[in-house]
């Protein structure tokens, strides 16, 4: 004859979560210009993408909200973040054309895709952080969507 069960379904997933976490994700996406002072092929040109990023954050589930973190809340920090790119152009700050292109922004090497996911994670964490002292929640995730195929992610180490 079968043990009998003990524990409600509730108390078994609640004890199976001190093993794991909880992230939520929230999409965002924008318009902004960038070349390439380094490639070899089209990316050299001054061009635009639509950019789409996903934003993972982790955190312990608030017990009165049932939440990690408000998606409104979310959009609040990500968008005041987001909103220095929209409608942007970023170039090499070592690019020779930036003397032709004055609204092009200066960028810290090369606004590929990585070192722009690199970027808005610093800066989303950055935000985060301004909101919540205490280490949760916390950013985990950036991934940057250059194309509907080409991505580039930053994870927290
Ligand atoms: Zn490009």
Redesign the pocket.
């Known amino acids: 004859m079968p043990k009998q069960k003990t524990t409600t379904e509730m108390e078994d997933i609640l004890a199976e979560l001190k093993y794991s976490f909880v992230t939520i994700t929230r999409e965002y996406s924008w318009e902004m210009g960038?070349a390439?002072m380094n490639h070899k092929g089209k990316?050299y040109n001054i061009?635009g993408?639509n950019y789409r990023m996903e934003v993972e954050i982790r955190g312990d589930i608030n017990p009165n909200t049932g939440m990690v973190m408000d998606f409104s809340q979310v959009d609040d920090i990500i968008e005041s973040v987001i909103i220095k790119y929209d409608h942007k152009l970023f170039m090499n700050k070592k690019d020779p054309r930036m003397k032709l292109v004055q609204e092009a922004y200066p960028f810290e090497g090369e606004p590929t895709a990585e070192n722009l996911a690199w970027v808005l994670f610093y800066k989303t964490d950055l935000a985060i952080d301004d909101e919540y002292a205490n280490d949760t929640p916390r950013l985990e995730r950036v991934t940057l969507y250059?194309t509907d195929k080409a991505s580039a992610t930053v994870l927290r180490s």
Do not use: A, N, Q, T
Request: glycine share 0%; charged share 15%; hydrophobic share 15%.
């Open positions: 960038h390439l990316c061009h993408h250059e």
